[in-house]
């Protein structure tokens, strides 16, 4: 496989990688890592600077900042994880068969993309949110909701693009189904730049659902969740800087992980450039 | 009774097609075609790029649906086929695509490309089709041990025997070649054009072969058709092409073809001028008048058809001969 290989000497990537490896583990082994119980609320410590007890401090109700951090991990991987998962479950049937089957339903179904796309995404999917109501579970529906077109819209192009290639005539007039055309020939010719793009999604996946939960949409107290940490730390912001520096270093170490790896991902699936923008 | 029949075949080309347009602007990409093709016997047919050429191809092996006309195969009308019907005709009628690169997908071995068909038909069991795919193999000139390698590890003119043995695959009888050599090296093209020719005498094919190269086609055909604008403007035998075309245009063809001597150049001044008419506004009369030099009148306002001169020798021409 030249791609992996590709991706194995691409340094900036492996790097990208072992961040995310590291920042997964840390979520799966939370309870062994984490000094103190995320959700203890120890009022005699509160806004405390950093120290052996608290090596990261503790926020305005005294409860551990490195804790909630850890335990954070998982709520923010594995919520941006399962919205990736519903976009995609969304957006490749949905530009596969807009693509390959063209004509009127293509038609019908970018007009519905194309009514979302005018719309700021995260506007959108704040106005969703808002409707729903606050919680974890109603910013996953809103972001799938809005994100899906974009993923749509370019599996589609991609689809029109090996649609046209003379093995799909081949295929048909050796006899070849439909549906086997699409999951034989067209899915696995699609699908490494939607990989690409997945990657480079999920910190701003995680970044929008942290944003969201800054506006106090998403994760609910006393949940930890980086988002809603930042938004907690806010009032405190001139006494306590800590409580929004560790926060927001988390969330960007996640963010620029996954955007070092997706690069490396393009570049090792698409060494002559084309996916580039 | 011919294998295959062609009758008035029509095929147009919406252009624009968006949401305000009115669609009324039609390509005129096959314009009332008639052939027939006897068993075993390989009709070439040639003109120059956007003449209708590839269109015809994926017409008779029923890729496009026609706007128009008839396909008879054995004596069948195959034009309407569809489902279970269209599926059997498959295995009867199979292609050679032009682009070596494109015909093949990246992504699947030359195995379970040349196997492919045979899953699709339910030919055996697995392991019956994987000696068949190393039997197809062989028989196109290519080493059986390679069925587990991709289509990027070979040379072009390999991965058209690739193509080769996917389309003989489910025994066909009509094998539709819609430029099979054009992407090839010229050594590379008359390794091909061999190949081509020793099947169709194994397992007795016949061969739909289509080019712009006239020497190509000449070679390996029996009879040749050339193609203009949509329209079929000649049809004969190959060995007589030479001597007895009498279409201007086809003689225009013939006098393009480079040869080794200069000085034998001489009185093949016929050489068509300008390019080939917008096929979505096809010129009134005779589609190929404007860039005729023997026009006359009748030729822009009464359209000529396909008559026989002589036995096996049919021209569409108001001068014919």
Redesign the interface.
């Known amino acids: 496989m030249s791609a992996i290989y590709r991706l194995a000497r691409d340094k900036m990537a492996l790097v990208g990688l072992g961040i995310i490896i590291v920042i997964v583990a840390v979520g799966i082994f939370a309870p062994y890592l984490a000094p103190h119980d995320p959700v203890q609320v120890d009022l005699g410590q509160k806004l405390a600077r950093p120290s052996a007890e608290y090596p990261l401090g503790t926020d305005h109700l005294g409860r551990c900042i490195l804790s909630r951090l850890i335990y954070g991990t998982r709520v923010s991987l594995s919520t941006a994880m399962l919205v990736l998962t519903v976009i995609i479950f969304i957006s490749v049937p949905a530009g596969t068969i807009s693509g390959y089957v063209g004509g009127r339903l293509d038609?019908i179904v970018m007009r519905i993309i194309d009514i979302l796309l005018a719309f700021p995404g995260l506007v959108l999917a704040l106005v969703i949110a808002g409707m729903l109501g606050p919680g974890l579970l109603n910013v996953m529906i809103a972001l799938g909701a809005v994100w899906w077109v974009g993923y749509a819209r370019i599996i589609r192009g991609m689809v029109l693009s090996v649609k046209e290639?003379?093995?799909i005539?081949?295929?048909?007039?050796?006899?070849?189904?439909h549906s086997?055309i699409i999951f034989?020939?067209i899915l696995?010719?699609v699908l490494s730049p939607v990989i690409v793009l997945a990657t480079l999604d999920m910190g701003s996946l995680i970044l929008a659902i942290s944003g969201l939960s800054f506006l106090g949409l998403g994760a609910q107290p006393p949940m930890p969740e980086w988002g809603a940490m930042l938004n907690d730390g806010r009032p405190y912001m001139q006494a306590a800087p800590h409580l929004m520096l560790f926060p927001g270093l988390a969330i960007m170490l996640v963010v620029l992980a996954f955007n070092l790896l997706g690069d490396g991902l393009r570049d090792a699936f698409d060494p002559k450039g084309t996916m580039r923008g | 009774m011919s294998l295959l029949e062609v009758d008035g075949l029509k095929k147009y080309y919406r252009t624009g097609g968006g949401l305000f347009s009115t669609g009324r602007e039609k390509v005129h990409a096959v314009d009332g075609i008639s052939f027939t093709l006897e068993r075993e016997e390989t009709l070439g047919l040639v003109g120059e790029s956007g003449c209708g050429k590839s269109t015809l191809a994926r017409l008779v092996a029923r890729l496009e649906e026609p706007d128009g006309g008839r396909v008879i195969f054995e004596g069948k009308d195959i034009t309407e086929l569809s489902g279970k019907k269209l599926q059997e005709l498959r295995c009867e009628i199979q292609v050679i695509f032009q682009d070596t690169y494109s015909s093949l997908n990246p992504r699947l071995t030359v195995s379970s490309i040349v196997g492919e068909p045979l899953a699709n038909f339910n030919m055996g069991t697995r392991k019956e089709q994987k000696e068949r795919v190393r039997e197809l193999l062989e028989t196109v000139g290519l080493n059986p041990e390679h069925a587990a390698r991709y289509p990027h590890e070979f040379s072009g003119g390999q991965r058209q025997r690739i193509g080769i043995a996917r389309a003989l695959a489910l025994r066909p009888k009509l094998v539709v070649c819609d430029e099979p050599v054009s992407s090839l090296d010229v050594s590379i093209q008359a390794q091909i054009l061999n190949l081509l020719k020793k099947l169709k005498q194994e397992f007795g094919l016949s061969y739909l072969f289509i080019s712009h190269d006239l020497a190509a086609v000449s070679y390996i055909s029996d009879r040749v058709a050339v193609m203009y604008l949509g329209r079929i403007v000649e049809v004969l035998k190959s060995r007589d092409l030479a001597t007895e075309a009498c279409h201007p245009y086809t003689q225009a063809l013939l006098a393009a073809v480079p040869v080794s001597d200069p000085r034998l150049r001489e009185g093949k001044e016929l050489i068509v001028k300008g390019e080939p008419p917008d096929p979505v506004n096809p010129p009134a009369g005779c589609r190929f008048h404007p860039r005729c030099p023997r026009a006359i009148e009748k030729c822009r306002s009464v359209e000529p058809v396909l008559n026989e001169v002589e036995e096996w020798h049919q021209v569409a021409c108001h001068l014919s001969c």
């Open positions: 038609n290639k003379e093995f005539l081949a295929a048909r007039s050796c006899g070849t189904s086997k034989r020939h696995p010719n």
